[in-house]
């Protein structure tokens, strides 16, 4: 596996997070033509359309309701099936092993290339691996039953909401935690095991396969939980990603890299042209061979923040108030010390690359449309019920 160390998601929330995944486009890209619909623009195209007008059997599995094919509570249009032959979405609210079973029954030995979209919902809230596996950290049993279940509900209504408000104490946020990593425990056999069974059916030497999120999660390390709303630390933005690629040996890599380069990755490896199609990610592929930067800074946009790094350094910028926050990730990864206005070339040099990336997103001067539209997604999510 190449793994990359330090991998940006472009949103801390699957909307518009996924969006950019297939389709190496930055967030201001994807804007809801309608409340509660969070699809692809039909003018932007996506991985599974390349790759179905290329001959390939493009199949999805998913258990969001969020990324779905059909209208669902949480979102209203669906829309996420273009470009897939088969769009599964018998999995909706259930854990890995669906996903699993499902993904079995549908990838017999192919008549054609295949390309498999896998979204699995661990970990996510509410924290609760399935019975059948055995927790390894989450093994005190909590009274209070929310806590008990891992669900997140009552917390974030009192800190977001205004709703009643409720006692979490040490052990209690603990526990929680302790939920999350079982739930990452879970899927890490799940996936493991499923895995195995794909490289009995497809040749590994001939498949690419991609692990990513498209988000991480607040566990109360800000006074923050959850991810989606105006939160943009490492947290809930520094995201898993690693590759396996044919005769391409295991290595990690340490330079920043964006989910918006997953696509032209593939792209590159495939050896299909790519420069028609405007991506605004770029191919790992010198990265990944020969240890070269391909990105000089890396960037985000979650709510009312906008976040350019260097890789050690985050600049945060708050469009409400223009005021900007300044971290070293390497010696203080849990942004707690902001160094900003110490007189940091880091400070200059990062707020110059946000400015020009911001005049070619949203337009300098915008900030107005930017804040409007973030604060509607906001009420959008909330009204859903999403968060």
């Known amino acids: 596996m190449v793994v990359f160390e330090n991998a940006l998601s472009q949103a801390a929330c699957t909307f518009p997070s996924v969006n950019s995944i297939f389709t190496s486009r930055y967030p201001a890209s994807f804007r809801p033509s309608s409340p509660g619909d969070w699809s692809i623009p039909a003018s932007l195209a996506t991985l599974p359309e390349i790759l179905l007008e290329r001959g390939y059997s493009t199949i999805a599995?998913?258990?969001?309701?969020?990324?779905?094919?059909?209208?669902?509570?949480h979102n209203?249009?669906?829309?996420?099936?273009?470009?897939?032959?088969?769009?599964d979405e018998?999995?909706?609210?259930?854990?890995?092993?669906?996903?699993?079973?499902?993904a079995r029954h549908l990838l017999t030995e192919p008549d054609a290339p295949v390309f498999l979209y896998l979204h699995y919902m661990e970990p996510h809230n509410p924290y609760q691996p399935p019975p059948h596996h055995?927790?390894?950290f989450a093994?005190?049993?909590?009274?209070t039953p929310f806590i008990r279940r891992g669900n997140l509900g009552p917390i974030s209504r009192m800190l977001y909401l205004g709703g009643?408000?409720?006692?979490?104490?040490?052990?209690?946020?603990?526990?929680l935690v302790d939920l999350y990593d079982d739930e990452i425990s879970y899927l890490d056999s799940s996936v493991t095991a499923l895995l195995q069974d794909i490289d009995r059916t497809l040749?590994?030497?001939?498949?690419i396969l991609v692990i990513a999120s498209d988000h991480g999660e607040e566990l109360f390390d800000h006074g923050e939980v959850s991810h989606c709303r105006d939160l943009a630390w490492q947290s809930v933005l520094h995201v898993p990603l690693a590759f396996r690629i044919p005769r391409v040996s295991g290595r990690r890599r340490s330079s920043p890299v964006e989910n918006l380069d997953i696509v032209p990755t593939i792209l590159d490896y495939l050896r299909f042209p790519s420069s028609a199609l405007a991506l605004e990610g770029r191919s790992l592929r010198p990265l990944i061979e020969g240890n070269?930067?391909?990105?000089?800074?890396?960037?985000?946009?979650q709510g009312r923040y906008r976040v350019v790094s260097d890789g050690r350094f985050k600049l945060r910028l708050d469009l409400a108030t223009q005021a900007q926050s300044l971290y070293d990730l390497e010696a203080d990864p849990g942004e707690i010390n902001d160094l900003s206005g110490q007189g940091r070339d880091h400070e200059d040099l990062l707020s110059e690359a946000l400015r020009q990336w911001l005049g070619g997103q949203e337009q300098l001067g915008a900030t107005a449309d930017a804040l409007e539209q973030a604060r509607e997604t906001q009420r959008q999510l909330d009204a859903l019920g999403y968060l």
């Open 61 to 73: 599995i998913s258990a969001s309701p969020v990324v779905r094919r059909t209208p669902s509570h």
């Open 76 to 87: 209203t249009t669906g829309g996420y099936d273009r470009g897939f032959s088969v769009f």
């Open 90 to 102: 018998t999995c909706l609210g259930k854990d890995a092993s669906c996903i699993g079973q499902r």
């Open 134 to 136: 055995r927790r390894r």
């Open 139 to 143: 093994t005190a049993s909590r009274p």
């Open 164 to 175: 009643d408000a409720v006692d979490v104490g040490a052990e209690d946020r603990r526990h």
């Open 203 to 207: 040749d590994p030497a001939e498949t």
């Open 292 to 301: 070269e930067a391909v990105h000089q800074y890396v960037f985000a946009a």
